[in-house]
Structures are given as C-alpha cells and as structure tokens.
Nanobody, 126 residues
C-alpha cells in the first residue's frame, strides 16, 4: 500500500524559507509522476509543482521563481524548497504521486493523481 508522509511545515516570517519533505513507501520516486499541491482555507486545492522521472519540472506561475521541486531517488523522498515565502503561501501542503490514465506528465490538476499524503501546514506571517 502506497504511503506518502509529508513533513517540514511550520510557521515562518515572510521572506523566509522552508523545505518540505515527502517520504514515500511502496511508490518509487524514481518513476516521477509526483507533485506538490496546497490548499488554503476556503479555497480549492491547487497545484504548486510537478516533476517527472527524468527531472523535468513544472511550476505554478506564482511560485516558479521561489520554489524548487526535487527528488532523492536513494531515499525515495520528494522535496519542495520554498524561498522568499509570502503571506499568500499559507496553506496545507500535500504531496501526490501516480498519474491517472490519460493525464499528461507534469500535470498540476488534483484529479490527475492517485496517491496523496495527509499534508503539512505552512503558515507565513508578517
């Protein structure tokens, strides 16, 4: 059974940095088809970044110059480095894995992914 466990969230001041981790079991991050999503209170879940097996990436435009998605195949872990955090980055962050049939790689649509973690909270304050 695939398990994705996020960690690394917390509270940080605007302009600061956090690195989120997503430890995967029974799903090889080497295969890619991985993504980070976030959901703020009262808002829909939105895609933040995605990565393929060969390291190609896709970012939501609001984060593409501040966030970096990466994966460690040895440790079977997905990461999201978040720099220059803004108030509007406050949300619960989720990792997702495994594209559903018919969806293109690097999709940032929640419906595209099969497996989900429980989330880690990121709170950015002024």
């Amino acid at each position: 059974q695939v398990q994705l466990v996020e960690s690394g969230g917390g509270s940080v001041q605007a302009g600061g940095s956090l690195r989120l981790s997503c430890a995967s079991s029974q799903y090889s991050v080497n295969s890619g088809r991985l993504a980070w999503f976030r959901q703020a209170p009262g808002k829909e879940r939105e895609g933040v970044a995605a990565v393929t097996g060969d390291g190609r990436t896709n970012y939501q435009s609001s984060v593409e110059d501040r966030f970096t998605i990466s994966k460690d195949n040895t440790n079977n872990t997905l990461y999201l480095q978040m720099d220059r955090l803004k108030l509007e980055d406050t949300a619960m962050y989720y990792c997702a894995a495994g594209l559903r049939y018919g969806w293109l790689p690097l999709s940032l649509q929640p419906a595209a992914y099969v497996y989900w973690g429980q989330g880690t909270q990121v709170t950015v304050s002024s």
